[in-house]
């Protein structure tokens, strides 16, 4: 199983809800990534968990919150968000904290913000 | 800075060869990644090189130049399939090592 799963596909929430995203991969990797992508433009990193930590945090805007309940799992929360919020966001997990190894990168959730 | 830049679009016809340029600023690099995203997928990856020279895998290779910044992906025996978006990515160290996108090029194959 070399996959990364990622719910839901795709969301639309209002500046006022509280959502999360979800996502899981059962490759025994200790890393796990958020990447925030928009259109037609490279993904941008947002958070590594390594070893159910938070190792990096990318001067993220509070209103994203990310949880690490165990090292399967990893999950966004969203609260309080902006139009401009509206992005692809990928989570990816690798065997180590990124090194030598590749990233294995879910399907993404598709957030628009209305 | 961490500068990676690629050429935004580029367009080939079918069975041909391209070659996507990538350059990047050297401090704190310790390697290269290639991905590949069709549109609305997730990034797949192609290859890893760390150590100058030519990776070679199937109709794609990958080559690098530490000293210069530079690496490329070639693709061989172009097939309509493989029009899609091409994603360098550094692995830099900046007290942690993370991957950094470049700008990605866009490839459309025509028959």
């Known amino acids: 199983d070399t996959e990364v799963t990622q719910t839901p596909k795709h969301l639309v929430m209002g500046m006022t809800n509280k959502k999360s995203l979800k996502c899981e991969q059962h490759m025994g990797h200790r890393a796990m990534y958020w990447y925030k992508q928009k259109a037609k433009k490279p993904p941008e990193l947002m958070f590594v968990y390594s070893y159910e930590k938070l190792s990096i945090n990318e001067s993220v805007p509070s209103r994203f919150s990310p949880e690490c309940p165990n090292s399967s799992l990893l999950n966004l929360h969203l609260h309080a968000l902006q139009p401009e919020d509206s992005a692809l966001y990928l989570c990816a997990s690798s065997q180590v904290p990124q090194g030598t190894v590749e990233a294995f990168f879910g399907q993404g959730t598709r957030l628009t913000v209305v | 800075g961490q500068n990676i830049d690629q050429p935004t679009e580029m367009t080939a016809t079918e069975g041909a060869i391209v070659q996507i340029n990538c350059t990047y600023q050297t401090s704190g690099f310790n390697g290269l990644f290639w991905y590949q995203q069709h549109a609305g997928e997730a990034p797949t990856f192609l290859s890893y090189n760390v150590l100058d020279g030519l990776e070679e895998k199937g109709r794609f290779s990958s080559f690098l130049s530490r000293s210069k910044g530079y690496s490329y992906l070639l693709l061989k025996e172009l097939q309509m399939k493989d029009s899609a978006s091409y994603l360098c990515?550094?692995?830099?160290?900046?007290?942690?090592?993370?991957?950094?996108f470049g700008t990605g090029t866009r490839l459309l194959v025509s028959p």
């Open positions: 990515a550094g692995l830099m160290n900046t007290g942690f090592q993370k991957l950094v």
